[in-house]
């Protein structure tokens, strides 16, 4: 029986040899098509974009928003680097500074727009992007959208630093909104989960 197993896997492969060389030679060259293009496509660019945000940072960094988003002329903002790079991870982390300094410069649908559009693994950044747009809602006069934005910030990881801030935002959305039980159960979890 096993000489019949592998004379029939010695004739099937004799059939195929052209076949399955085929498919061997197209995995070779689709493997080795995606290692040349991370190592001389993704990989410089991530460089390039990490050089390019240096001068959006600073801005960012003096509260000067508006340039922060465009740039001065010599530098970059915030703005070209996630046209030209957001496929990259420094393009990603563009898209949250974009986003907050639309915020600050009362951009509130465009700072909706990106914050949107970034993803974290950090769960205070993106706790803290999540409230954020929590905020631009609340300025657009969206206090539903706000709440809603205010609890899936305080609930993206559970810990001291920004989730009683998120509750704390929430149960005064919900105050405004006149559901009273909702703020309660917000300022409880506040006093039960983080007072110490």
């Known amino acids: 029986a096993v000489e019949e197993a592998l004379g029939k896997t010695e004739l099937f492969f004799e059939k195929n040899k ?26 410089p660019k991530e460089r ?13 960094a003096m509260d000067s928003f508006n340039l922060a988003i465009n740039g001065d002329g010599n530098l970059r903002g915030f703005q070209d680097i996630v046209d030209e790079y957001g496929g ?22 465009e700072a909706i727009k990106y914050l ?3 993803k974290s693994k950090d769960h205070i950044i993106s706790s803290m992007a999540l409230g954020a747009i929590g905020d631009a809602y609340m300025e657009l006069d969206d206090k539903e959208s706000a709440y809603s934005y205010y609890l899936k910030a305080a609930d993206k990881n559970n810990n001291d630093f ?8 929430a149960g005064a959305t919900a105050e405004i909104l006149g559901n009273f039980n909702n703020a309660i159960k917000a300022y409880e979890r506040i006093k039960k989960e983080h007072h110490k």
């Open 162 to 169: 920004v989730t009683p801030l998120f509750l704390m935002k």
């Open 116 to 118: 949107k559009k970034f």
């Open 18 to 43: 052209n076949l399955l060389t085929y498919i061997v030679l197209g995995i070779v060259v689709v493997i080795g098509g995606f290692l040349l293009y991370r190592n001389y496509v993704i990989e």
């Open 88 to 109: 990259t991870k420094a393009g990603n982390l563009a898209k949250y500074y974009l986003g907050i300094s639309y915020l600050h410069t009362g951009n509130y649908d």
């Open 48 to 60: 390039e974009a990490h050089s390019q945000m240096y001068g959006a940072e600073s801005f960012f």
